[in-house]
Each structure stands twice: as C-alpha cells, then as structure tokens.
C-alpha cells in the first residue's frame, strides 16, 4: 500500500509561481507511474502530468494546456513528488490530486490518491 500525502496549494495571483508537494510512504517500490490530477468545480478530473516513477522520470506527458509552464520532477531521496507551476492562470484554479499506480496482481493496477491541495489563481 503507498500513502500520499499533498501540500504546497494557496492563493496566488495570475503569473504567480507555486509548488506542490507529494511525499510518498509505504511499499513505494511497486510505483511504477506517478503523476498530477486536477479537478475544478463542475468539471471532471483532468490529467495535468504524468511520468514513470524510476530512474529519472525518464517518459514525462504533460496536458496541453500546461506545457510549458509545469514541471514535474521528484526527489528520490525524500521520496516527494513535486509540480512546479509558473505562469499560473486562472484557469488554473483546481483542486490537484498526486497518484501513483501499481501494477496490480489482478485485472486491475492499484491506484493511489493523495487528499488533494487547493489552488486558487485570482485574476
């Protein structure tokens, strides 16, 4: 089983900068994907990015509506996940998930979900 658990959301103004956080306990071994989801009011949730958990995030996919203003990266000694987020919008605004998968013994992967963060971008 692998906990998450989330921090770094706020309040920031439209081209403000913010960091989230992911740390990540338990049987981390089996990830073998993590990645940021994001969900706003009335809409469903949506990938922001997404990489595989070993070496050093070698196989990166950002949303379009992102790239080139996240960053996923991790810190493998501390476990963490993180998402640099520069150029904020608005659109932005968003609950944002950490998750990480692995690879189930069944039919079905094991999906793991962090409590989720709040950021709000003011315009």
């Known amino acids: 089983q692998v906990h998450l658990v989330e921090s770094g959301g706020g309040l920031v103004q439209a081209g403000g900068s913010l960091r989230l956080s992911c740390a990540a306990s338990?049987?981390?071994?089996?990830?073998?994907?993590m990645g940021w989801y994001r969900q706003a009011p009335g809409r469903e949730r949506e990938l922001v990015a997404a990489?595989?958990?070993?070496?050093?995030?070698?196989?990166?996919n950002y949303a379009n509506p992102v790239k080139g203003r996240f960053t996923i990266s991790r810190d493998n000694a501390k476990n963490t996940l993180y998402l640099q987020m520069n150029s904020l919008k608005p659109e932005d605004t968003a609950v944002y998930y950490c998750?990480?998968?692995?690879?189930?013994?069944?039919?079905?992967?094991?999906?793991?979900w962090g409590q989720g963060t709040q950021v709000t971008v003011s315009s």
């Open positions: 998750n990480a998968v692995c690879p189930g013994t069944g039919w079905d992967d094991y999906n793991y």
């Open positions: 338990g049987y981390t071994i089996c990830i073998s994907t």
């Open positions: 990489a595989t958990a070993g070496g050093n995030l070698n196989y990166i």
